[in-house]
């Protein structure tokens, strides 16, 4: 079956634009996950959603980033205003149940260039 | 918080093995993972670990100690296809859902 996509896989963005990113996870996956890649780095943990709710956004860096899964399936992670430091990847992530050892499904992200 | 490390690059020979290594610090462990990415890729599972000791799978073998806080990644008779970067993912039972922790990844290069 299909994994996880992500839509744009590249986006390039002009200081100040906003910029919204799409997950469609695997299909009946009640856990989402989005993460943000630098170069080089590991993924570091933004936000999470069990089916429509948002459980944690702990991790979200401003109040620039907001993200919602209105419906509990696609997900979209929106930054507004971005600047420079915007620059990574965004990884979404789906698991089918928020149990322990429950592994994540990854998308291949979407590279965002802010210039 | 967690704090996870792992070496930032490593070079190995095709055929060879190569263990990479992981320690960290958590205060509510609750598993941890191993995932593959390629360049440009997104990350792939290879393996998980809750329970001290070892995991087999095929070519690829992973250690626990939880009393230590450390794992190893075992990569057996390596082919060029196996450089990618290897990262050691934590889950903290203190976080919310599965989210996890991961290190800065281990670069590995295959040579011929």
């Known amino acids: 079956g299909a994994g996880v996509s992500q839509s744009p896989r590249y986006k390039v963005a002009k200081r100040g634009q906003d910029v919204a990113l799409r997950c469609d996870p695997i299909s009946g996956h009640v856990s989402l996950f989005w993460y943000q890649q630098a170069l080089g780095q590991g993924p570091e943990f933004l936000t999470y959603?069990?089916?429509?709710?948002?459980?944690?956004k702990s991790g979200l860096p401003s109040d620039r980033f907001f993200a919602e899964r209105p419906e509990g399936s696609v997900s979209t992670l929106k930054i507004q205003r971005t600047q420079q430091e915007d620059s990574a990847v965004y990884l979404c992530?789906?698991?089918?149940?928020?149990?322990?050892?429950?592994?994540?499904?990854f998308g291949p992200g979407t590279r965002l260039t802010v210039l | 918080g967690q704090n996870i490390d792992q070496p930032t690059e490593m070079t190995a020979t095709e055929g060879a093995i190569v263990q990479i290594n992981c320690t960290y610090q958590?205060?509510?462990?609750?598993?941890l993972f191993w995932y593959q990415q390629h360049a440009g890729e997104a990350p792939t599972f290879l393996s998980y670990?809750?329970?001290?000791g070892l995991e087999e799978k095929g070519r690829f073998s992973s250690f626990l100690s939880r009393s230590k806080g450390y794992s190893y990644l075992l990569l057996k008779e390596l082919q060029m296809k196996d450089s990618a970067s290897y990262l050691c993912a934590v889950r903290d039972h203190n976080n919310a859902g599965n989210m996890l922790t991961f290190g800065g990844g281990t670069r590995l290069m295959v040579k011929p």
């Open positions: 959603f069990q089916n429509e709710a948002q459980l944690d």
């Open positions: 958590t205060s509510g462990f609750n598993g």
């Open positions: 670990n809750v329970l001290d």
């Open positions: 992530a789906s698991s089918l149940l928020d149990r322990v050892g429950n592994e994540q499904f």
